[in-house]
């Protein structure tokens, strides 16, 4: 039996995070950003392909049935916002099956928000003032970057134009395992995150735009002015090698989210992996009609362990798994 029960986090640091959790709630407060509680349990989960969802059986009125503990506050939040919230953020519990490492932990604390009416370069402007008034030093210049272009400097190839054996073959090179086999973004993911993660927020804060169209998940999609090649309306913030924030111009075509949720289901039947039921409040909000604006997902513990100077998100948690 474990007996290990001291915190993963020292006291002081636990100190210092609820510092910067007041300066963060302080940051919101000025610019009239509502904060919210919603729940962790709910009816549907998070049918993305590359998230493990965790499930609970719970007697309701119902009876036994099904929950979802939420990968994200997402789901919840955007009902808020169809419901005439205003702009709104969130400090939620989130939950990710097997993830747990330097960077990640099964629970962990996401810092989610949202502006209707705002623009991604408006919301991408928010996330770097925010960024910059928790660490304790200058991180350098903002600095955009198009996800083709980095494939292309990194790996010298197209990720748009690359056959699929290409990409396989690259992955396999790069991840030291057996790729032959793997779908097309499962080879982009893996490439993305063993060559060019690394690299990404060195000396600056370094902001990834016009994905391809294929990982919009939640997001819109539009044509690249560059080429009219079609893109997600999405970025994501890297500083110091590490993925810190995920932002969309966020879909509110019902028919066309639930396309995605359904298409998400039937790649997870594909690979074998469990099918996730699908949040049918969510849909029947955005067919009630839910502002159109910009929200982006933040992982508060990796810009904490950022902030704090630590190695690992454990040490910015009170007991991280583990030793929960």
């Known amino acids: 039996m474990a007996t290990d029960w001291h915190p993963t986090a020292e006291i002081a640091t636990l100190r210092e995070r609820a510092r910067l959790i007041a300066a963060l709630r302080a940051f919101f407060a000025e610019r009239d950003v509502l904060e919210v509680e919603t ?44 419901a005439g919230s205003g702009p709104i953020f969130q400090l939620a519990r989130s939950f990710r099956d097997g993830e747990v490492g330097r960077r990640h932990n099964i629970e962990f604390t ?16 928010e996330c770097d003032a925010l960024i910059r008034q928790l660490l304790p030093q200058d991180p350098g210049p903002l600095r ?55 690299t990404l927020g060195r000396d600056g804060v370094d902001v990834v735009v016009d994905y391809p169209a294929s990982q919009a998940a939640l997001a819109r999609r539009h044509r690249d002015p560059q080429d009219g090649e079609w893109v997600a309306a999405r970025f994501e913030i890297y500083l110091a090698g590490l993925e810190l924030a995920n932002g969309y111009d966020e879909l509110i075509d019902a028919n066309e989210q639930r396309s995605r949720f359904s298409a998400d289901n039937a790649q997870r039947r594909a690979l074998g992996r469990p099918e996730v039921d699908i949040d049918e409040r969510l849909l029947a909000a955005l067919a009630a009609g839910m502002p159109p604006g910009c929200g982006v997902a933040l992982g508060l513990d990796r810009l904490l362990q950022l902030a704090l100077g630590k190695e690992r998100v454990a040490e910015v948690m009170a007991f991280a798994t583990p030793r929960c």
């Open 39 to 82: 729940p962790v349990l709910s009816y549907g989960g998070s049918t993305d392909v590359h998230l493990a969802s965790l499930s609970t059986q719970a007697t309701t009125p119902a009876g036994r049935e099904t929950l979802w503990l939420q990968t994200s506050p997402e789901f919840h939040m955007k009902r808020l916002l169809a």
């Open 144 to 198: 955009q970057r198009r996800y083709r272009q980095l494939f292309r400097e990194a790996l010298g190839v197209d990720p748009f134009t690359a056959t699929l054996d290409e990409l396989q073959r690259l992955a396999s090179k790069h991840g030291g395992l057996d790729m032959a086999n793997s779908p097309h973004d499962d080879c982009l993911d893996l490439l993305m995150s063993l060559v060019i993660e690394p």
């Open 110 to 125: 996401m810092l989610e928000w949202y502006r209707p009416g705002f623009s991604l370069a408006e919301l991408i402007s």
